[in-house]
């Protein structure tokens, strides 16, 4: 979770926001169905030139088909999908300006890499010393040099990454897809290659739509996340408002870890709502624009990281409740500490207590009686839905 | 564990020599300088010499080996093109019932897949001879080429083609300049069985043969009936060297194909 602000001080922007701007890849009421299965329902999107556009979700909830359609390896049953202003129903694969660099990299495995790179700009007719010299460029931008003359299967797996990224390069496409580029790497090369990733985009200015079901990755790398829930959108936006301010219980429990506590609407005060809970009794929030209706049931997610716990009772007449200390978990950079409320049986609050900041006072232990309690900014109302 | 080695490898050895001790005996007596053939005589080429002044076994020897070019050809081609529909097209109709009609031969007697080809080169009223040979040959080893390119082709990653064709190929150059070097030792080991097959081939040529067209394996069989001369022991060795090649070969294609898949 501390990772999560890098990726957003990047830069500012956000074309998405521009109602005047030409979005660069729209799908329009796309939908597919592989017989019973919908794999994409009547989906809406817009992605804009030169964003890195994430799309997460659960296995099975139709990333790689999408993306596949934008390809043009799969055509839609209903709903079109413009590019550049264009809609690409009956043009094949090969005539679209896209590039997909595949899950499995699917590299050539017959040709040597600098001719694997080489093999889109030879499609395209370019004149060999353009070639050659694209190709150069391409392994130095992949820091490739040494390999230029090796097979796929003399390298190891983070290099056969970076020669399948610089050939969906080469042809400098309006697209690059990425599907799980990072899913075959270890956990550190992952971080590492990110950030690469990242450095690479914002040079080149390319637009980049990944596939990922790795919240942090999505998180740190994209200048908008589009969440999946089985064929649909579930929320799109960049990834402070999709963590800070989630659209549905889904993307809540999707991204990052949450507490929810169901209750009613007691009354709304302009911006301060307050809600009536079960577990932890009254609670306010401060939300705009809310269309609920007093005693409309709701769920109300707190992030357990803006929960605060102590021994003693907190001077707030809201937002707050008591317990006993279940379990602490020590995860590195913080610690998880999980509060059982109302004794055997009841409901588990996570805290998340940052490591760097060792509390003064008492430290807490298991099965210590503990208060928690947050301010009224941190709780998010979401919609009584299931 | 150790007490059980001494038999087991003692099967071993009866095993092979019963497998290979008449094709042991063939060939060490086509290099005997006697013409008895069961008396061992001295060593001597003399019957290889024989062999290749006998005109009507080196007319044989020459029709069986076109026939074996053009079959295996003309089967390798059309083996790859079903291997390709069986794995490529996913459920069309009819895929069940050409599955089954292709693996068929395999287990056909030849003597019924000969006589079926010889009633219908009788009605079509075809001249009997190289075609009507090849044909047969063709429609005995199309099954084969299609078995063993189709084994490929199901462990071929379609992402490649896709890839091709994503980075900017047609789909026919994406199968010729990705498909079909990946998948060419299948291919090859393909023709060379339907090759051997071909060549060694005594019940379809029958059948399917006529005046003046006597495949090698057929000028063999009649001269036997004879009596065994060491010129047929000569020639059969000659046969079985070019067989023994084929199949190492292609076999080792096989083998390094399936490395390459499996890493
Ligand atoms: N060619 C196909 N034939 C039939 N069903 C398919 C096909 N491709 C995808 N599906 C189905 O469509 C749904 C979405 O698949 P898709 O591959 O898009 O998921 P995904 O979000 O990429 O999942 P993952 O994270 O596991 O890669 C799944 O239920 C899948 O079984
Ligand atoms: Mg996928």
Redesign the pocket.
Known sequence: MAKKSLGNIRRSFAPWTDPAAKPLVTFERVTKRFGAVSAVEDLSLAIHAGEFFALLGPSGCG??TLMRMLAGFETPDSGRILLDGVDLAGIPPHRRPTNMMF?SYALFPHMSVEANIAFGLRQEGMAKADIAARVAEMLALARLEGFAKRRPDQLSGGQRQRVALARALAKRPKVLLL??PLGALDRKLREETQYELMDLQSELGMTFLM?THDQDEAMVMADRIAVMERGRIAQVAPPEEIYEKPASRYVAEFVGDINIFEGAIAAIAGDIITVESPVCGTILLDEEDVSLPAGARVFVAVRPEKIVISHDEPALSANKVSGEVWDIGYLGDYTMVQVKIGGEGGPLIKVALANHARRAERPIAWEDQVWLSWEIEAGILLGGEA | MKRFRFPHFLALILGLAFLYIPILVLIVYSFNASRLVTVWGGFSLRWYAALFNNQPLMDAAWLSLRIALVSASVATLLGTLAALALARFGRFTGRTWLAGMIAAPLVMPEVIIGLALLLLFVGLEAGRGFWTIAIAHVTLSTCFATVVIQSRLVTFDRSLEEAAEDLGAPPWRAFLAITLPIIAPAIAAAWMLAFTLSLDDLVLASFASGPGATTLPMRLYSAVRLGVTPEVNAASTILIALVALIVVSASLMVKKNLLDTRR
């Open positions: 990333k790689t899950q599907d799980e596939v």
